[in-house]
């Protein structure tokens, strides 16, 4: 993933982590010119749809939280398969 371009936006610099459910990386924002943490599912996981939903439903609900101790969810998307 590094170096790859996402969604033709985020340009993947470094991986930040590995869980369970995905991997989170630094990137950076080539429309905004920012850093940011991209959050990427496993491919494997990518399969079940009960596992997308719940991604998903992980985003929306991180999005509507608003605390400085808390990363902001800026964006979601689907990139490729």
């Known amino acids: 993933m590094i170096g790859r371009l996402v969604d033709g936006r985020y340009r993947v610099r470094a991986r930040i982590a590995r869980?369970?459910?995905a991997t989170v990386y630094v990137a950076t924002d080539l429309r905004l010119e920012r850093r940011v943490a991209l959050k990427v599912m496993h491919p494997h996981?990518?399969?079940g749809s009960d596992v997308v939903a719940r991604f998903r439903r992980e985003a929306r609900?991180?999005?509507r939280?608003?605390?400085p101790g808390i990363v902001a969810v800026?964006?979601?998307g689907v990139d490729g398969d």
């Open 19 to 21: 869980g369970g459910m």
């Open 61 to 63: 609900a991180a999005a």
């Open 74 to 76: 800026l964006d979601q």
């Open 65 to 67: 939280l608003a605390h």
């Open 45 to 47: 996981l990518a399969d």
